[in-house]
Protein backbone atom coordinates (compact mmCIF):
# COMPACT_ATOMS: atom_id res chain seq x y z
CA UNK A 1 0.00 0.00 0.00
CA UNK A 2 0.90 3.50 -0.27
CA UNK A 3 3.53 4.73 2.07
CA UNK A 4 4.46 8.95 3.10
CA UNK A 5 6.85 8.80 6.06
CA UNK A 6 8.14 11.93 7.10
CA UNK A 7 10.88 12.97 9.43
CA UNK A 8 13.39 15.23 10.14
CA UNK A 9 11.20 17.72 12.46
CA UNK A 10 12.30 18.99 15.65
CA UNK A 11 12.65 22.16 17.87
CA UNK A 12 15.25 24.79 16.49
CA UNK A 13 16.50 28.58 17.15
CA UNK A 14 15.30 31.05 15.16
CA UNK A 15 17.81 31.61 12.31
CA UNK A 16 18.20 27.95 12.18
CA UNK A 17 17.89 25.47 9.44
CA UNK A 18 16.46 21.72 9.64
CA UNK A 19 16.09 19.27 6.50
CA UNK A 20 12.55 17.20 5.99
CA UNK A 21 12.82 14.01 4.33
CA UNK A 22 9.92 12.22 3.10
CA UNK A 23 10.47 8.11 2.27
CA UNK A 24 8.11 7.19 -0.08
CA UNK A 25 6.83 3.46 -1.26
CA UNK A 26 3.67 1.47 -2.69
CA UNK A 27 3.47 3.91 -6.03
CA UNK A 28 5.91 5.17 -8.85
CA UNK A 29 7.24 7.92 -6.85
CA UNK A 30 8.98 8.85 -10.14
CA UNK A 31 5.59 9.79 -11.92
CA UNK A 32 4.09 11.48 -9.41
CA UNK A 33 4.81 15.51 -8.62
CA UNK A 34 5.42 15.88 -5.09
CA UNK A 35 3.86 18.86 -2.20
CA UNK A 36 5.01 19.89 1.28
CA UNK A 37 2.23 21.46 3.65
CA UNK A 38 2.06 23.09 6.96
CA UNK A 39 -0.52 23.35 9.57
CA UNK A 40 -0.31 25.42 12.39
CA UNK A 41 -2.71 25.34 15.11
CA UNK A 42 -5.41 27.03 14.64
CA UNK A 43 -4.79 27.24 10.54
CA UNK A 44 -5.69 25.70 7.84
CA UNK A 45 -3.65 23.49 6.24
CA UNK A 46 -1.16 25.85 3.52
CA UNK A 47 0.96 24.86 0.45
CA UNK A 48 4.37 25.12 1.11
CA UNK A 49 6.25 23.66 -2.16
CA UNK A 50 5.70 21.85 -5.46
CA UNK A 51 8.44 19.80 -7.24
CA UNK A 52 7.66 17.97 -10.48
CA UNK A 53 8.08 14.57 -11.47
CA UNK A 54 11.46 15.09 -12.65
CA UNK A 55 12.60 17.95 -10.28
CA UNK A 56 13.10 20.67 -12.97
CA UNK A 57 10.07 22.25 -11.61
CA UNK A 58 9.61 23.91 -8.54
CA UNK A 59 7.11 26.31 -6.96
CA UNK A 60 6.93 28.33 -3.52
CA UNK A 61 4.89 30.25 -0.81
CA UNK A 62 5.19 33.73 -1.19
CA UNK A 63 5.88 33.51 2.80
CA UNK A 64 9.21 30.79 2.19
CA UNK A 65 10.40 31.47 -1.26
CA UNK A 66 13.95 32.42 -0.96
CA UNK A 67 14.60 30.27 2.29
CA UNK A 68 13.31 26.77 1.57
CA UNK A 69 14.12 24.36 -1.06
CA UNK A 70 12.25 21.33 -2.00
CA UNK A 71 14.21 18.54 -4.02
CA UNK A 72 13.73 14.74 -4.58
CA UNK A 73 16.00 11.70 -5.21
CA UNK A 74 13.89 9.49 -7.23
CA UNK A 75 16.42 6.33 -7.06
CA UNK A 76 15.49 6.60 -3.17
CA UNK A 77 11.94 7.50 -3.25
CA UNK A 78 12.26 10.67 -1.23
CA UNK A 79 12.00 14.11 -1.15
CA UNK A 80 13.47 16.63 0.88
CA UNK A 81 12.50 20.17 2.47
CA UNK A 82 15.39 22.05 2.96
CA UNK A 83 14.35 24.85 5.51
CA UNK A 84 17.26 27.89 6.45
CA UNK A 85 16.37 31.14 8.30
CA UNK A 86 13.60 29.43 10.04
CA UNK A 87 11.00 31.93 12.14
CA UNK A 88 8.48 31.55 14.77
CA UNK A 89 6.03 31.44 12.20
CA UNK A 90 7.85 28.74 10.39
CA UNK A 91 6.39 26.39 13.64
CA UNK A 92 3.33 23.59 12.46
CA UNK A 93 3.26 20.28 11.38
CA UNK A 94 4.76 19.52 8.06
CA UNK A 95 3.09 16.89 5.90
CA UNK A 96 4.51 15.61 2.36
CA UNK A 97 1.72 15.00 -0.36
CA UNK A 98 1.67 12.21 -3.53
CA UNK A 99 -0.20 14.21 -6.09
CA UNK A 100 -0.06 11.29 -8.43
CA UNK A 101 -1.97 8.96 -5.47
CA UNK A 102 -3.71 11.74 -3.40
CA UNK A 103 -2.23 10.54 -0.63
CA UNK A 104 -0.75 12.07 2.65
CA UNK A 105 2.13 11.29 5.38
CA UNK A 106 1.59 11.24 8.86
CA UNK A 107 3.30 14.89 9.41
CA UNK A 108 6.34 16.09 11.29
CA UNK A 109 6.95 18.72 14.23
CA UNK A 110 8.79 21.83 12.94
CA UNK A 111 8.80 24.50 15.84
CA UNK A 112 10.82 27.19 15.82
CA UNK A 113 11.30 29.17 19.25
CA UNK A 114 14.34 30.67 21.56
Known amino acids: QVQLVESGGGLVQPGGSLRLSCAAS????????MRWYRQAPGKERELVAT????????TYADSVKGRFTISRDNALNTEYLQMNSLKPEDTAVYYC???????WGQGTQVTVSS
Open 97 to 103: YAALVGS
Open 51 to 58: ISNTGSYT
Open 26 to 33: GFTFSRSY
